[in-house]
């Protein structure tokens, strides 16, 4: 079993979308939770940290069930510009990051 | 914010060379930098935790004479892959963080690597 799971996708969806993404981890010590963003052919970039009171941050939301080891990540309104690969990353613990695989999000116009 | 550089950030190269890739950390000063190796289609993997001054951690699976990790400064650590064949093609990616910061790592822009 993989330590970080996450549908894949593509999720092709049109502007103005909502969309949501899931992600489930197998380590309960985990520490610290993200959701970064990867673009093609470039490093991942930090999209946002996820805490179990919920956080948003203007059109994304994001939230964590440690009883359930599950990360979700709401996009609300989507843009062309969300179109990119969003990575579930989980910290075990002195930095030590593990990454799902992704899921590809692709927003048509 | 906090940047980041890689060096080289492209390189083809025959089979049986070694690459060095270095990995700098410009405004601050890291004491711990990861490695990561991220092949088509998939996700990044870590590959080693270098620690300045200490000898680096490999995650299992990951040789360590293959992949030379020296962090001899707090700014600087590198990465050497050595006798390369096709198989090590792939984008590398190493990320540094702050001294005294915990909770959030440093990508580097990635580097990759193309063995013929």
């Known amino acids: 079993r993989k330590e970080v799971e996450q549908d894949p996708g593509p999720f092709n969806v049109p502007e103005g979308a909502t969309v949501a993404f899931n992600c489930t981890y197998s380590n309960s010590a985990s520490q610290s939770f993200f959701w970064y963003r990867q673009d093609c052919r470039k490093e991942p970039k930090l999209l946002m940290s996820v805490y179990s009171s919920g956080n948003e941050d203007g059109r994304f939301t994001a939230q964590l069930n440690r009883a359930s080891q599950y990360i979700s990540l709401l996009i609300r309104d989507s843009k062309l510009s969300d179109s990119a690969t969003y990575l579930c990353v989980v910290n075990q613990g002195g930095g030590k990051l593990i990454f799902g695989q992704g899921t590809t999000l692709q927003v048509k116009p | 914010g906090a940047v980041v550089s890689q060096h080289p950030s492209r390189v083809i190269c025959k089979s049986g060379t070694s690459v060095k890739i270095e990995c700098r950390s410009l405004d601050f000063q890291a004491t711990t930098m990861f490695w990561y190796r991220q092949f088509p289609k998939q996700s990044l993997m870590l590959m080693a935790t270098?620690?300045?001054?200490?000898?680096?951690?490999?995650e299992q699976g990951v040789e360590k004479d293959k992949f030379l990790i020296n962090h001899a400064s707090l700014t600087l650590s590198t990465l050497t892959v050595t006798s390369a064949h096709p198989e090590d093609s792939s984008f590398y990616i190493c990320s540094a963080m702050e001294r005294g910061v915990y909770n959030e790592q440093f990508f580097g822009p990635g580097t990759r690597l193309t063995v013929l």
């Open positions: 270098s620690n300045e001054g200490s000898k680096a951690t490999y």
